[in-house]
């Protein structure tokens, strides 16, 4: 199974901010990686899909890149509505597998 | 609206069984591959299980021989068979088009 190393598990910063969360695949995925953010109580929301695509209706203060098998979440100023927990999902290969999520606090 | 919303969650004893449902709204169900994806209380996400427009199927290893998904599309709704249930399959189960639109989630209680 491809393993997807997500960093860090939690993050506190300011409004304003730039903030930047990673994930490192095992293998090869190719571009097949999305971001989730999810709120207590809430379904999870697709942000990002094929590593660097805006889903629809996302504000674009958020952006997805990748660099070899690292691949970030950036949001590049932080604001109150970004309090949440993000998860990355590798969709190359079967099991699908996600990462263990980084908790965002505004500090 | 286009919307997913799940049914059938409950509490069950170890070993016994549940069917859950995801019917669908707004969209042609048909056309789409659909996943289930759990979250235990307080953890992470974990995929379950998907089927395709022309129903193939893939299990995660947790599950496989346990659960059974399946679609009826002339009902526009998606299901979850999960038999042989443990303590470690309780859950929100979420039911997911394609990954990009999500249902509200159901809970399922494994306990005696």
């Known amino acids: 199974d491809i393993q997807m190393t997500q960093s860090p598990s939690s993050l506190s910063a300011s409004l304003g901010d730039r903030v930047t969360i990673t994930c490192r695949a095992s293998?090869?995925?190719?571009?097949?990686l999305s971001w989730f953010q999810q709120k207590p109580g809430k379904s999870p929301r697709l942000m990002i899909y094929?590593?660097?695509n805006l889903e629809d209706g996302v504000p674009s203060r958020f952006s997805g890149s990748r660099s070899g098998s690292d691949y970030s979440l950036t949001i590049s100023s932080l604001e109150s509505e970004d309090t949440a927990i993000y998860y990355c999902?590798?969709?190359?290969?079967?099991?699908?597998?996600f990462g263990s999520g980084t908790k965002l606090e505004i500090k | 609206a286009v919307q997913l919303v799940e049914s059938g969650g409950g509490l069950v004893q170890p070993g016994k069984s549940l069917k859950l449902s995801c019917s669908a709204s707004?969209?042609?169900?048909?056309?789409?591959?659909m996943h289930w994806i759990r979250q235990a209380p307080g953890k992470g996400l974990d995929w379950v299980a998907y089927i395709s427009s022309s129903s193939g199927t893939v299990y995660a290893d947790a599950v496989k021989e346990r659960f059974t998904i399946s679609r009826d599309n002339a009902k526009n709704t998606l299901y979850l068979q999960l038999n042989s249930l443990k303590s470690e399959d309780t859950a929100i189960y979420y039911c997911?088009?394609?990954?990009?639109?999500w249902g509200q989630g159901v809970m399922v209680t494994v306990s005696s």
């Open positions: 999902l590798q969709y190359d290969k079967y099991p699908l597998t």
């Open positions: 997911a088009r394609s990954l990009e639109l």
């Open positions: 707004g969209f042609t169900f048909s056309s789409y591959g």
């Open positions: 293998q090869d995925i190719g571009n097949y």
């Open positions: 094929g590593a660097t």
